[in-house]
Structures are given as C-alpha cells and as structure tokens.
C-alpha cells in the first residue's frame, strides 16, 4: 500500500481537462441542435424561433459555461491569488450579462407571440436563480473588490460565499435540464437525431455540474 494511503488519491487537474473536454462537448452540440435544427438565432427576424435559441444559447454557452469556468479558476490558472480572484470576477460578469441577455430572449419570444410568462418550473427556477445569481455577485463585489470589507470580516463572509456560489452553480445546472426536457416535450420529439442531440447534451451538463464539484473538493497537487 502506498504510504499515507494515498493511492486512490486524485487530483483536480485530470478532472478539469475532462471538464474541458465536456465545456467543447457541450458547445457543439448546441451549436449544431440550433444551427442545424432550429434555423439558427437573432434577436429580430419574422422567424420567432430563432429570437427563442437566443435563450438556450445565452443560457448555456453562458451562463452554465461561464459560471462554471468561474468556480473552478482557482484550480485552472497557476497564477497569483489576485489575479484568480480578477478573472473569477470577469466570468461570472460574462454568465450574469449572458443570463440576463438570456432571460430578455425568451420573455421577447413571448411577448411578440402573445405567449404568457412564468408559468413552469423551469422559468421559476431560472428566473430565482439569475436575481441570486446576480445579488451574489454584487455582494461578492462590495465585499471583496471595491470597497471591500476589513479582513477579518471577509475571513468569516468567504465559506459562505463558497457555499451560495455552489448552490446557485447547481441552481443553473437544475434550469438548463429542465428546459432542455420542456423543450424536448414541447416540439413532440421521440426518436430523432435532434433528440439524441438534446439528450446528450442535457447527460454532459450533467457531467459538467459533477465535475465542477469534484474540482470545488479535489487538491490542485499532492
């Protein structure tokens, strides 16, 4: 037995290139699903569905991707703490901007099709986790960047932040399922390449909301 038992002990780095490989994965799939599937996306065109794959777009390529990349920095850039704690900020900006742009997407759809709003688990789920995903970072701001508070007081304010930034990490993970599945039952789809598509990229969403976990626990090196 190695010594110390630490045999089956693993670190974070092969666990964030698989987390990598999941975040391009990822990025395909729905690439193609809206681009060859759903006649692409803008933000105006008489082809309302492509101002709706305005939102899976925003909401996963941004929000679930950009908030992930954030939480697992510290464990992806060698650099100094300051520069971790910069590009964690920067990110999660990226996720809250695409989330809200996301959010915007969908609510047009609506309106321009007269459809109501906020009537599924998927839109009350989202709709908390973007206004906690936006307090958070604010917070987070005030906190720790400008003007910050005393030290002391960060000390006993970061496990917490920790703890709400993985609750709202998994929050996002929990929306993009199920609006992936409302999507899934809302075109009639049974067994077609387009569901195969959106499958698969609901199972590696999954598997990318895992591994970020792992990563959160794992050491960077022995």
């Not at 941004?62 to 964690?88: L, M």
């Not at 959010?103 to 009537?119: G, N, R, T």
């Not at 390449?193 to 959106?198: D, K, R, V």
């Amino acid at each position: 037995m190695a010594k110390g038992g630490r045999s089956f002990q693993i670190t974070a780095a092969p666990v964030t290139v698989f987390a990598h490989l999941l975040v391009i994965s990822i990025a395909t799939l729905v690439l193609v699903w809206l681009i060859k599937f759903r006649e692409g996306f803008a933000f105006k065109s008489h082809i309302k569905a492509k101002i709706f794959n305005l939102h899976p777009l925003l909401m996963i390529l941004g929000f679930v991707i950009f908030s992930g990349e954030a939480i697992i920095v510290y464990k992806t850039i060698p650099a100094k703490r300051q520069t971790q704690k910069a590009t964690h900020l920067i990110l999660h900006f990226i996720a809250l901007v695409a989330g809200i742009l996301g959010v915007y997407a969908v609510f047009k759809f609506h309106h321009e099709l007269y459809m109501p709003d906020m009537y599924t688990l998927h839109s009350w789920i989202g709709l908390s986790t973007i206004c906690l995903f936006g307090l958070q970072w604010l917070l987070a701001f005030f906190s720790f960047v400008y003007p910050g508070a005393e030290s002391a007081r960060r000390s006993r304010m970061v496990p917490w932040h920790v703890f709400f930034g993985v609750v709202i990490f998994f929050m996002t993970i929990v929306t993009a399922e199920t609006g992936l599945t409302q999507k899934f039952f809302s075109l009639e789809l049974q067994r077609s390449q387009e569901a195969l598509i959106i499958n698969f990229t609901g199972l590696l969403i999954l598997l990318l909301g895992i591994s970020v976990g792992l990563i959160i626990i794992l050491p960077r090196r022995m």
